[in-house]
Nanobody
Framework: EVHLVESGGGLVQAGGSLRLSCAPSRFTFDAPVIGWFRQAPGKEREGVSCIGSRGDSTYYKDAVKGRFTISRDDAKNTVYLQMNSLKPDDTAIYYC?????????????????????WGRGTQVTVSS
């Protein structure tokens, strides 16, 4: 089983930026789609963004469109989430996961079954 490790979180002021990274602890990604998810205190985990294997298919939750950018560097075996213009509502633990499917539906994202188990995530805290 491939375990993914998230990093890059931190504490920033509203309007600031962070870049999150997601990489396998060993081996390489073994699913076509990598997704970023987040879970705020007292809320369910939600999909934020996803990217296909060739990097040419990207999708975003409406609330982050125009502010977040997902990308992948296969040479470094890493998927990134660049987060700009951060808001206090973006405060959450951010996770990445592999899946076979991702698409937009309305204002949200839908995903296929997640491969493997969730990692520890990385905490993002945005102060007002």
């Amino acid at each position: 089983e491939v375990h993914l490790v998230e990093s890059g979180g931190g504490l920033v002021q509203a309007g600031g930026s962070l870049r999150l990274s997601c990489a396998p602890s060993r081996f390489t990604f073994d699913a076509p789609v990598i997704g970023w998810f987040r879970q705020a205190p007292g809320k369910e985990r939600e999909g934020v963004s996803c990217i296909g294997s060739r990097g040419d298919s990207t999708y975003y939750k409406d609330a982050v469109k125009g502010r977040f950018t997902i990308s992948r560097d296969d040479a470094k075996n890493t998927v990134y989430l660049q987060m700009n213009s951060l808001k206090p509502d973006d405060t959450a633990i951010y996770y990445c996961a592999q899946t076979g499917f991702c698409a937009e539906t309305g204002s949200a994202l839908v995903f296929g079954p997640i491969h493997g188990s969730w990692g520890r995530g990385t905490q993002v805290t945005v102060s007002s």
